[in-house]
């Protein structure tokens, strides 16, 4: 049997954004759809979900997962052994960057053969720098993964790993294998057939060409739209006919208020659209009614550019700045365009820690880095005035995306990838680097000394006159279950009857004749369970405190 082991599974952030008060961000959206897309296409054969409980089913529900696709998770109890052998084959993923909390789960649930995998996405921010540093401490090895999404974000993970390693020892260096995969996208099944009704609620005029910029509405966080205004209107003053919608969230920085009075300014207000907080019917309805995408990214935060590869799954052709992860997406006058972009002499000046809590220093560096704006108004005026270099555009745009980044394809170069770890660490019988043996540390030699004493598996064991009560009362011990699993008060009971039955027992005792009653109650949790009930006074190691 092959398994994933998912770290969580998070809701869809579009489908709660009615609520219009939730910033959607690009990561949010590619984790809820990986979930989606390795139940649909997946080819494993269990999914087991760390925590995931009722509740979490239902909100999954409520995103727009199907009962197929539900069916296909298994809750696994955070921490606790799964329910594999150990001919069965299991990975591990993170959505995110948290390789070091997956090599410690490992090691925790004893899969050494596993891989872990996980994801890049923004890498701004030296949170991410110290983060592959503890990911050297870790216990991870050369067959574990971690997907980077583009060749310019791969070589940023490259270059903090390279000043990583300079500080540590050769056997510390990081071990983990960085691969290039594109984040996937889901292809529409109508592509332009609705494009109509899609202008009509934009009150657009047919016949006149719509360009669209889709994403976060954030100078901060996405890009500055301004230089987007100012090539436009110099389409306008040229006597050119172009549309310019402009969309996606901006519960933070009300941006859309900035960008109105600007084009006011430069006299374009009348072919701009500013439209804030789009639901996902409306996204679609966006997408469909436009011509060509447009995105002058100039900030450090993107390294893909989903929004991009969602455009081209649609069919526009897109007109980006050279920038990052655009350029793995964009092939110059193949299926869209390239404007340049120069960053600041300011740049050679700036350091990673430079980008830490409010970002100053890294704002005023996108500020300042310029995006061509004649070439920007030329290119846009060049796929206005010319229909069939849209629809030839947008047509090897559509092809590009069927082949490299639709989920039915990215899933499966996931499951290749998983295969091909799953191997090497069976072959090389790779064992765990001496570092991750810091996780292994007994939490008795760490923290023993924070109690008066420990109580010992030999200590005898009594019902007190309250542990009586209880056990009259069973429904109390509800109270006494854990936190992180189904409530489970026959279990106090049990242990609470053994005593009763054989005063004086010892720990050990009652754990050894429950456990092997029972298929499903371990040692350990009989452990837990009598350290439970001495800790609400219905225990006691002496025998004089349960006199009546």
């Not at 995931?52 to 997962?65: A, D, I, P, R, Y």
């Not at 969230?249 to 430069?266: I, V």
């Not at 072919?271 to 996902?280: F, G, Q």
């Not at 452990?527 to 219905?538: D, E």
Request: glycine share 6%.
């Amino acid at each position: 049997m092959k398994a994933l082991y998912i770290d969580q599974a998070t809701r869809n952030p579009e489908s709660f954004q009615n609520k219009r008060d939730q910033t959607i961000k690009g990561a949010d959206v590619f984790e809820w759809n990986l979930l989606s897309a390795l139940l649909e296409y997946g080819t494993y054969d269990a999914y087991f979900v760390q925590g995931l409980t009722e509740e979490g089913k239902q909100t999954l529900l409520e995103s727009g997962l199907s009962e197929d696709r539900l069916r296909r998770l298994v809750p696994a109890p955070i921490g606790r052994p799964l329910p594999l052998k150990d001919s069965d084959q299991a990975v591990f993923m993170t959505a995110g960057r948290y390789l070091n909390a997956l090599g410690t789960l490992r090691q925790k649930l004893k899969r050494y053969g596993a891989p872990a995998c996980g994801f890049i996405h923004s890498i701004n921010s030296p949170r991410i720098a110290f983060s592959l540093l503890q990911q050297c401490f870790a216990g991870l090895s050369k067959a574990d993964l971690l997907f980077c999404s583009s060749r310019a974000g791969m070589k940023t993970i490259d270059t903090y790993i390279d000043e990583i390693n300079q500080c540590l020892p050769p056997a510390l260096h990081y071990p983990v294998r960085r691969v290039l995969v594109p984040l996937g996208v889901n292809l529409p099944s109508a592509r332009r057939a609705n494009a109509g009704i899609s202008r009509q609620k934009m009150n657009i005029p047919q016949g006149v060409c719509t360009a669209l910029y889709f994403g976060r509405l954030s100078q901060a966080s996405k890009c500055d739209l301004g230089p987007l205004l100012v090539a436009l209107s110099q389409l306008l003053r040229r006597g050119k006919k172009l549309h310019l919608v402009i969309a996606g969230g901006d519960t933070q920085m009300k941006e859309g208020a900035r960008l109105e009075q600007l084009a006011t300014e430069l006299g374009c207000q009348k072919n701009v659209l500013i439209w804030p907080n789009p639901t996902a019917e409306e996204k679609d309805a966006l997408y469909s009614g436009a011509d060509f995408f447009v995105s002058p990214s100039d900030n450090l935060q993107e390294t893909f550019g989903l929004a991009v590869a969602e455009a081209m799954a649609y069919g526009l052709p897109a007109l980006v700045s050279d920038w990052n992860g655009y350029r793995d997406l964009v092939r110059e006058g193949e299926n869209g365009f390239l404007v340049p972009s120069v960053l600041p002499s300011s740049i050679e000046n700036l350091r990673l820690c430079d980008c830490v809590t409010s970002m100053l220093e890294e704002d005023l560096l996108a500020e300042s880095t310029t995006i061509d704006v004649p070439m920007l108004s030329t290119k846009m005026e060049e796929l206005a005035d010319n229909a069939e270099l849209r629809a030839r555009m947008g047509q090897c745009g559509r092809q590009f995306v069927e082949s490299h980044c639709r989920w039915q394809v990215v899933v499966k170069r996931y499951e290749e990838l998983w295969e091909e770890s799953a191997d090497a660490m069976k072959a090389d019988c790779l064992p765990i680097a001496k570092a991750g043996q810091i996780a292994d540390f007994l939490l008795e030699k760490c923290f023993g000394h924070y109690a008066t004493e420990k109580r010992g598996g030999q200590q005898k064991c009594f019902i007190t006159v309250e542990g009586r009560e209880w056990l009259k009362r069973p429904g109390r011990l509800y109270f006494l279950s854990p936190l992180s699993a189904v409530p489970c008060p026959q279990r106090f009971a049990n242990v609470l009857r053994e005593v009763c039955n054989h005063p004086g027992i010892s720990i050990e005792e009652i754990a050894e004749s429950l456990s092997k009653n029972s298929e499903t109650e371990t040692v350990a949790d009989t452990h837990w369970a009598v350290a439970r009930l001495f800790k609400y006074g219905l225990l006691s190691e002496r025998w004089d405190k349960v006199r009546e």
